[in-house]
C-alpha cells in the first residue's frame, strides 16, 4: 500500500474533489490520513423519540412525511415528521432541499442533530441523515470534525477516511519501538485510527497523548542534538581573571544580587571552558541584567577579547553605551557605539577601531551585523531582548569572529519553563529571579476612563515631590499614523491643559534617532517632567527617578507588553504606580486582572500563554512555524518524560538516520529552534 499514492487514485475521488483537497494541502493519502481531526461531536447513543431530551441526539427513525417551502427568494426550509414508533418528531433544515428526495421511501435512517426548541417548537435542526442499511459517517458514532475545506462536504472527507482505513492500520510508526513501549504509549496507527473513528473518548485522549509525544520527543531531541553539534564546536578559552571581577564589583554604586552573582559566576565558568558559551540570562524587567552583561565583557578585555552587544533600538544601544562606558572605563576598557546615526567620517573611524581592537565593547543596533564591520577579536557576543531578533541576525553578528564566539542571549520576556525546555532546550539559562534590595513591588490600578482627571492628581503629587511620569498612548489600530495622531493629542491636551505648568517630552518611531536622543536624555536628567509616548520605551529604558507610569488604553495591549511598560517604573528604592486606563467602562478581561494582581513577570507569562498560546507571545517567526498540532507546551508532565527519552536517545548514540519519518521531522525542528 503506497501511502504515497495521489488523492485522484482514491476511490470516491473526482476531478474537482482532488482539486479542492490539494488546495487545502492535501496531496497524498499519507496527507489525508494523518488530517486530524479538530475536534469531536458524540452522536454515539441512539435514543427512543419518547426519551428525547434537548441537546445533541441521534434518533433511529423512518420519515413519515417531508416536505419543502421556500420561504425568501434562493431560501428554503424542509420540514419532515420522523417517527421511530416510540413517539414523533419534527424536523427542519435550512437551504437542504435535496432532503426531500432523499427521504422518501419507507427506509430506517439516523439523525443525527441538535434537538431544541426554536420558532416555539421542539425540533431536530439541520441533522445529518444517514440509511440505517450503509454504514454511518455523520451519524450513530462519536463524529470527528475536520477542519473545514473549501468546498467539500465535512461528510465527504469522513466517507474517505473510511475508505482509506486499510492505509491507516498498517502505517509503520515512527518511533523507535523501545519508547512506545518503555513510555506505554499507543502505537501510532492505533492512535491514528482512534482519531478518525473513535469508540469512546478515552480513546481520542490516549490518541492525542500519543501524538502529542510524538511532537515533543521530536521537538526535545532536535534541541538536544542542536546542543550535541555545538558542544563539538571549538571556542576561545577566557581565563577567570580574579582580581578584574573584584574590582568591578567592588566600583559598582550597589550590591549585585545573590541571583546577579549566581549569573556572572555561571558566566566565568563558560568563559573558562573552550566549548562556546550559549546562555539564555533571563530576567524580570528592572532585575538589572546589563550589569552581568558588563561584568562578563570585562571578563572578555582582559585577555584581549572584543565583546559586541546587540540591542534592538537606537535608545537603548545608547543607553548602553552610557551604562557600561561608566561601569568599564575606569578600568581602561573601551566602549564604542555603532547605530545608524553614527555618520560619516566618524563612523569609518569606528569601523577602523573594531577592527583593530582600539575598541574593546561595541555596543549598537542591527548596525553591528554589516557586512562592513570586522572585528578584531571578537570573543563575545550579547544579544539584549533576543526575541527582537531573528535566527538570521544572531547567526550574522556571532559570524563575525573566526571561532565560535561566547554567546549571552538575553530576554525580560520571562519564558515559563515549560517553553524554554522545549523551545529554547539547547541553551542553559540563567534566571535572575530576584529584584535588586529595597525595591517596592509597583502599585498597579486598573483606571476607568471617566476619571481621569484624578488620576492627573496623582502624578501630579508625585511630580510635586520631584519624580517623573510617562503617560504611553496606545496603538488605537495597527496603523502607524493613527498612533503618531494620537501621541501627538495626548501631548498638545496635557501641555494646555492639567500639566501646562510642568516640562513635557513627545517621543515616538518617527522622531530621527538624534531627535529621539535628545527627548530621552532631556527626561533621563530630570529636564523634563513627563514623558508622553508610545511603545517605544518599552525595551530596557531606565530612567530610575520615574515613579509613575499611566497607559492609555490599556486593553489593547498583550500582557507581556504591559508587563514591560510598567517596568519603566519601580527601579528605584522610591514607591511606584501604574495606573491602566481602559478604552471603555465595560469590565476588565480576567487578563488585565491578572496584570493588576501580580507583578511576577514569570506568573503573567504562564498566564499568557495559556489563553493565547506560544506563537502570540513569543514571535510567530520562530515558534508559529513549529506548527504543534496536537501538544501544548503547557504539558510539564509529558514535555519530562518526552525530555528523558529524547536525551536517552542521544545518550546511546542511536542512529536517527535509521528512522527516516522521525530524522524529517527533527531535521526541520533543529532549523526552526536554533538560536546560532
Ligand atoms: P534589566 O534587567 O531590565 O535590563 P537593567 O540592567 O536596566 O535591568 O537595570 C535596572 C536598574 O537597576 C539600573 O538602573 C541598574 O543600574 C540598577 N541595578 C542593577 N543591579 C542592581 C543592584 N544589584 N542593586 C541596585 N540597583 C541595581
Ligand atoms: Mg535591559
Not at 535628545?518 to 518599552?538: N, P, R
Request: glycine fraction near 6%; charged fraction near 25%; hydrophobic fraction near 40%.
Amino acid at each position: 500500500m503506497n501511502l504515497e499514492l495521489p488523492l485522484e487514485a482514491v476511490k470516491g475521488v473526482g476531478e474537482k474533489t482532488a482539486e479542492q483537497l490539494h488546495a487545502a494541502g492535501l496531496d497524498t493519502v499519507y496527507d489525508l490520513i494523518t488530517f486530524l481531526p479538530r475536534a469531536y461531536e458524540d452522536f454515539s447513543e441512539v435514543v427512543a423519540i419518547a426519551d428525547i431530551r434537548p441537546g445533541k441526539r441521534t434518533i433511529r427513525a423512518h420519515c413519515e412525511k417531508v416536505e419543502i417551502k421556500r420561504v425568501r427568494r434562493g431560501m428554503t426550509v424542509t420540514t419532515a415528521v420522523l417517527s421511530d414508533g416510540t413517539a414523533k418528531l419534527n424536523a427542519v433544515w435550512f437551504n437542504q432541499p435535496y432532503r426531500a428526495a432523499q427521504l422518501k421511501g419507507d427506509d430506517e435512517y439516523y439523525f443525527s442533530g441538535t434537538f431544541e426548541f426554536s420558532y416555539n417548537r421542539y425540533q431536530l435542526t439541520n441533522p445529518s441523515a444517514e440509511k440505517v442499511s450503509d454504514m454511518p459517517v455523520s451519524t450513530d458514532r462519536i463524529v470527528p470534525i475536520y477542519r473545514a475545506i473549501k468546498g467539500l462536504k465535512s461528510q465527504l472527507v469522513r466517507k474517505l477516511l473510511i475508505e482509506l482505513r486499510p492505509y491507516v492500520r498498517v502505517l509503520p510508526d515512527p518511533l523507535p519501538d523501545g519508547i512506545v513501549k518503555s513510555q506505554k504509549l499507543l502505537p501510532y496507527a492505533e492512535a491514528l485510527l482512534a482519531l478518525h473513528f473513535p469508540k469512546s473518548s478515552a480513546d481520542i485522549e490516549r490518541a492525542r497523548e500519543r501524538l502529542a509525544f510524538d511532537e515533543l520527543f521530536d521537538l526535545l531531541l532536535a534541541a538536544e542534538l542542536n546542543k550535541q553539534s555545538h558542544a563539538s564546536l571549538k571556542g576561545w578559552q577566557i581565563p577567570f581573571d580574579q582580581v578584574a571581577v573584584k574590582d568591578f564589583v567592588a566600583g559598582l554604586p550597589f550590591q549585585l544580587t545573590d541571583a546577579q552573582r549566581r549569573a556572572a559566576w555561571e558566566i566565568i565558568q563558560d568563559f573558562e571552558r573552550d566549548v562556546p558559551m550559549n546562555r539564555l540570562l533571563q530576567g524580570d524587567v528592572g532585575s538589572g541584567k546589563t550589569v552581568v552583561a558588563g561584568l562578563a565583557a570585562r571578563q572578555a578585555a582582559s585577555s584581549g577579547f572584543q565583546s559586541a552587544i546587540m540591542a534592538p533600538t537606537e535608545i537603548l544601544a545608547s543607553q548602553h553605551a552610557e551604562t557600561l562606558t561608566a561601569l568599564l572605563q575606569p578600568f581602561g576598557v573601551t566602549v564604542g557605539l555603532l547605530t545608524g546615526s553614527v555618520k560619516g567620517k566618524a563612523r569609518e573611524e569606528l569601523y577602523k577601531q573594531i577592527a583593530s581592537g582600539g575598541v574593546d565593547v561595541v555596543v549598537g543596533t542591527h548596525a553591528l551585523i554589516q557586512d562592513a564591520v570586522t572585528f578584531h577579536r571578537l570573543g563575545f557576543v550579547v544579544i539584549d531582548e533576543q526575541h527582537r531578533f531573528g535566527v538570521a541576525q544572531r547567526q550574522q553578528l556571532l559570524h563575525k569572529s573566526d571561532h565560535m564566539p561566547h554567546l549571552l542571549a538575553m530576554t525580560a520576556t520571562p519564558i515559563p519553563r515549560s517553553l524554554a525546555l522545549t523551545v529554547y532546550g539547547e541553551l542553559d539559562i540563567s534566571v535572575l529571579n530576584e529584584r535588586p534590595k529595597g525595591r517596592k513591588p509597583i502599585l498597579t490600578k486598573l483606571w476607568s476612563p471617566n476619571s481621569r482627571s484624578q488620576l492627573y492628581d496623582l502624578i501630579e503629587e508625585q511630580l510635586a515631590q520631584g519624580r517623573q511620569a510617562y503617560v504611553i498612548c496606545s496603538l488605537i489600530d495597527d496603523n502607524a499614523d493613527n498612533e503618531l495622531k494620537s501621541v501627538q493629542a495626548e501631548y498638545k491636551k496635557l501641555r494646555v491643559g492639567p500639566f501646562k505648568h510642568r516640562q513635557i517630552g513627545l517621543l515616538h518611531g518617527k522622531l530621527k534617532p538624534a531627535e529621539k536622543e535628545a527627548v530621552m536624555a532631556d527626561f533621563a536628567s530630570g529636564k523634563t517632567d513627563i514623558l508622553v509616548s508610545t511603545t517605544v520605551v518599552e525595551v530596557g529604558v531606565d530612567v530610575p527617578n520615574a515613579t509613575v507610569i499611566m497607559i492609555e488604553n490599556a486593553d489593547r495591549f498583550g500582557l507581556a507588553q504591559l508587563h514591560q511598560l510598567r517596568g519603566r517604573v519601580g527601579r528605584s528604592e522610591r514607591q511606584s504606580y501604574c495606573y491602566l486606563v481602559m478604552s471603555d467602562s465595560k469590565a476588565p478581561s480576567k487578563r488585565l486582572r491578572e496584570i493588576e494582581k501580580s507583578n511576577d513577570g514569570f506568573h503573567l507569562a504562564q498566564v499568557d500563554l495559556d489563553l493565547r498560546g506560544p506563537g502570540e507571545i513569543y514571535g510567530r517567526a520562530q515558534h508559529g512555524d513549529l506548527n504543534l498540532q496536537v501538544a501544548t507546551l503547557g504539558d510539564t508532565q509529558l514535555i519530562a518524560r518526552a525530555q528523558r527519552e529524547a536525551r536517552a536517545f542521544v545518550t546511546a548514540n542511536r542512529d536517527l538516520l535509521q528512522y527516516k519519518q522521525l530524522a524529517n521531522q527533527v531535521e526541520r525542528y533543529q532549523r526552526l529552534t536554533k538560536l546560532n
